[in-house]
T-cell receptor, first 110, second 114 residues
Framework: AQRVTQPEKLLSVFKGAPVELKCNYS??????LFWYVQYSRQRLQLLLR??SRESIKGFTADLNKGETSFHLKKPFAQEEDSAMYYC????????????FGQGTELSVKP | KAGVTQTPRYLIKTRGQQVTLSCSPI?????VSWYQQTPGQGLQFLFEYFSETQRNKGNFPGRFSGRQFSNSRSEMNVSTLELGDSALYLC?????????????FGSGTRLTVV
């Protein structure tokens, strides 16, 4: 079964601390993995995707196929990073069908 | 350019009624996907349309249906509403299909069934 698991509902850190938002997936095949973010009162938006291997707003995520994980990391959290973060996957040529995790609320305290 | 527009923003319906939600994608986008978001189930995929054809369907009962017009605008319909259908319904569009990261989301329609 296709599934995305984000084990933490809430992650609270202090400004300047490292952040790691966990994401594990279950998929038979080669999925595409994404992180979406939703800031307060804003729309859901794409943060990054595994195929681009880029850093957005200081965040990076590495796909670990052995551990079926796609954890999101940032070395130094900022208050403006506070938001809901969703990990999602899509299957080959199924890009319009995103399977989302339950989301992790990141709270960065001053 | 204008983003994905969903109308109406809020809707209150009575159990047993039906409802139609509308989504106007970004100009030039031909793929539209719909999602239901609830506190308990999170974000769940409903269906995807590309060039007026349903390309993917999620695990929802037949009361949930959709369509896409030649101008790429899409509608979803829910018949015989149940209390459990109360949710935020999100629409997302992309210029192509098969590219999960290329989807831009709308603000959603919040449906309340009483």
């Amino acid at each position: 079964a296709q599934r995305v698991t984000q084990p933490e509902k809430l992650l609270s850190v202090f400004k300047g601390a490292p952040v790691e938002l966990k994401c594990n997936y279950s998929y038979s095949g080669s999925p595409e993995l994404f992180w979406y973010v939703q800031y307060s009162r804003q729309r859901l938006q794409l943060l990054l995707r595994h195929i681009s291997r880029e850093s957005i707003k200081g965040f990076t995520a590495d796909l670990n196929k052995g551990e079926t994980s796609f954890h999101l990391k940032k070395p130094f959290a900022q208050e403006e990073d506070s938001a809901m973060y969703y990990c999602a996957l899509s299957g080959y040529n199924q890009g319009g069908k995103l399977i989302f995790g339950q989301g992790t609320e990141l709270s960065v305290k001053p | 350019k204008a983003g994905v527009t969903q109308t109406p923003r809020y809707l209150i319906k009575t159990r047993g009624q039906q409802v139609t939600l509308s989504c106007s994608p970004i100009s030039g986008h031909r793929s539209v996907s719909w999602y239901q978001q609830t506190p308990g189930q999170g974000l769940q995929f409903l269906f995807e349309y590309f060039s007026e054809t349903q390309r993917n369907k999620g695990n929802f009962p037949g009361r949930f249906s959709g369509r896409q017009f030649s101008n790429s605008r899409s509608e979803m319909n829910v018949s015989t509403l149940e209390l459990g259908d109360s949710a935020l319904y999100l629409c997302a569009s992309s210029s192509t299909t098969g590219q999960g990261g290329g989807y831009t989301f709308g603000s959603g329609t919040r449906l309340t069934v009483v």
